[in-house]
């Protein structure tokens, strides 16, 4: 009976220190996985071009490159929006990654949307959503002129 | 729950067979086996997250290192106990290859065991040998290139050998990339597979227990779990906090980005292969073979067939005269020459400084004054090279001569 009890408590100790083995090893090597989920990103300024040649008031497609850290690498980044100028020096920047599972959406003039190649999504030119399964409005980038450059914010 | 579990798994049986009986005797060195395993699961899970991080090619492989090192939060600490891990898998795989010599529990029926558990001792060295290129520093080239040349002067195919190693006549890219593939994919493959069948033929034949036990004594000791188990993991638990404290307190170097013309460098390989890296320096011309290949080959070929060769009865080292003696001087032999490996002098060179440029590339007319840059340490570099335009020019100019 002794023995039997003695052969429970070595049970336990032995699962206990297993545990603690398991612990000390995992908190670290999970920590080391997704500490990315928590890293903030960092916003910066990229210059799409001179405001005045970016003008106009149908929507302009724009490609343009930034480079930013992507973990040990400096990376040149490529990014496409669709610029319009609204007036009043006001600027419509909208990135065109779908709101809803990534895809490049596509501004079509005659339906005055854009309209998502994937799952049907269609937006209107203030971002909004039409029809589709988006759950958010296109992404609306912050902008800002300076010296006649126009910035748009990538974060 | 485990009446669920009770009626579609054996565990009934499975916890009998834990329980089952060892041999009478049994001491702390009966654990050295379980801390191997132990390690062998710790480098795994630890190689495992960092593959995360890691990338196998020359422009990324050490800059990752140093991200991990220095920027992901318990980086260094996992790549620490990797580190750290690795050193210790040898010395515990080692230690527990001696306990078997200590006891001489390879004899028969365990001549099996005893030759998985020397291919295993093999795959260690060998993960040891391919995962020390992986940060792509100095150390890791030149240990490298060293460790390939080895491999290269095994009689006939040594040149062939040496080129699948490095997936070409240098290393490189291709090197580093399949070094990383064998490091991360083969091995431990080949690990846990030799793993299974080595603890298949230990349980298989039960522990050797102590050569003085009695056929009843094999029978009437402690029971595996929990009582050996609960030993083996307070051995996992000091083992552990040990590499964590290396980790913690003794960070892993992390040399200069690898540099094929640093003639500076003093390569060293690591600690566990400094033996035949100081063994290598006592054969010469044409005797180089033998510490190259000969020595190392026959004494992988003697280790491995031992119980093959060693007949006599079952009974402690210090009862058999030659077995003693011949692994007491592989011991001492292998200590001394890591040490000397590990403290002999490095090269000291008079730096010569080179003052006076000659400059081959003045003959050619037009061509621009090459630059010529003066490093620190005294000897002058020159590069001679032209740029795509200057070479046009050379041409130009030698056509319109002729």
């Known amino acids: 009976m002794e023995k039997r009890g003695r052969r429970s408590f070595l049970e336990i100790i032995t699962a206990f220190i297993g545990g603690i083995i398991s612990l000390a090893a995992g908190i670290p090597l999970i920590g ?15 210059d799409l071009g001179l405001a005045d040649r970016l003008k106009n ?39 065109r990654i779908c709101s809803h599972l990534g895809c490049l959406v596509r501004w079509d003039e005659k339906q005055e949307s854009f309209l998502c190649p994937c799952h049907g999504a269609i937006f209107d030119k203030t971002g909004a959503v039409i029809a589709g399964p ?17 910035y748009v914010k990538e974060t | 729950m485990r009446q669920f579990l009770n009626e579609r798994l054996p565990l009934t049986e499975f916890s009998a067979h834990l329980r089952k009986p060892l041999p009478k005797h049994i001491n702390l060195l009966f654990s050295l086996g379980s801390l191997a395993m132990f390690l062998l699961i710790l480098q795994a899970v630890t190689g495992a997250f960092l593959a995360f991080y890691y990338s196998p090619s020359p422009e990324h492989a050490h800059n990752a290192v140093t991200y991990i090192s220095t920027e992901v939060p318990f980086g260094a600490f996992v790549r620490g106990l990797h580190h750290w891990g690795a050193s210790a898998m040898v010395i515990i795989v080692v230690l527990h290859l001696l306990r078997v010599v200590l006891y001489s529990s390879y004899k028969a029926p365990r001549e099996l ?49 040496a080129k699948v190693m490095r997936g070409g006549t240098e290393i490189g890219a291709v090197t580093l990339s399949r070094f990383y593939a064998l ?13 299974g069948v080595h603890l298949f033929f230990v349980r298989y034949y039960g522990s050797s227990g102590k050569p003085e036990n009695t056929p009843e004594e094999m029978k009437t000791g402690k029971p595996f779990y929990p009582d050996q188990v609960f030993e083996d993991v307070v051995g996992m638990l000091i083992l552990f906090v040990a590499l964590a404290a290396g980790a913690l307190f003794m960070p892993v170097p992390l040399e200069d980005v690898a540099d094929p013309t640093n003639a500076d460098y003093d390569p060293r390989p690591e600690w566990y292969f400094l033996f035949l890296f100081q063994l290598l320096k006592y054969f010469q011309g044409p005797f180089e073979i033998l510490g190259t290949f000969v020595i190392p080959t026959v004494g992988m070929l003697l280790l491995l ?5 060693d007949r006599s009865e079952r009974t402690v080292l210090w009862k058999r005269p030659i077995a003693l003696t011949v692994t007491s001087l592989c011991v001492v032999g292998i200590v001394a020459l890591t040490i000397l490996g590990g403290t002999s002098k490095k090269l000291e060179t008079t730096d010569v400084a080179v003052q006076e440029t000659t400059q081959p590339t003045e003959q050619i007319q037009g061509a621009a004054t090459p630059e010529t840059e003066q490093v620190d340490e005294g000897e ?12 046009e020019n050379a041409v130009e100019v030698e056509e319109e001569q002729q």
């Open chain 1, 32 to 46: 080391f996985a997704i500490s990315p989920a928590f890293k903030k990103a960092e916003s910066k300024w990229v």
């Open chain 1, 57 to 95: 008031s149908r929507f302009k497609k724009v490609d343009y490159t930034f480079t930013a850290k992507d973990g040990w690498v400096q990376a040149t980044k490529k990014r496409s929006v669709y610029v319009t100028d609204v007036g009043n020096g006001e600027w419509s920047v909208f990135s």
């Open chain 1, 134 to 150: 988006p759950p958010e409005p296109l992404q609306k980038l912050e902008t800002k002129v300076e010296a006649g450059i126009l």
């Open chain 2, 113 to 161: 065991t005893w030759i998985f558990g020397v291919l295993l001792l093999l795959v260690v060295l060998g993960f040891g040998f391919t995962g020390y290129l992986l940060p792509w520093d100095e150390k890791a080239y030149w240990a490298t290139v060293v460790g390939v040349e080895i491999a290269s002067t095994a009689p006939g195919l040594g040149d062939f050998v």
């Open chain 2, 183 to 195: 490091h991360t994919i083969w091995l431990p493959w080949l690990a846990f597979g030799l793993v």
């Open chain 2, 305 to 309: 067939f031992l119980p093959f060769l």
């Open chain 2, 380 to 391: 002058a570099v020159f590069d001679f090279q032209l740029t795509e335009e200057e070479i």
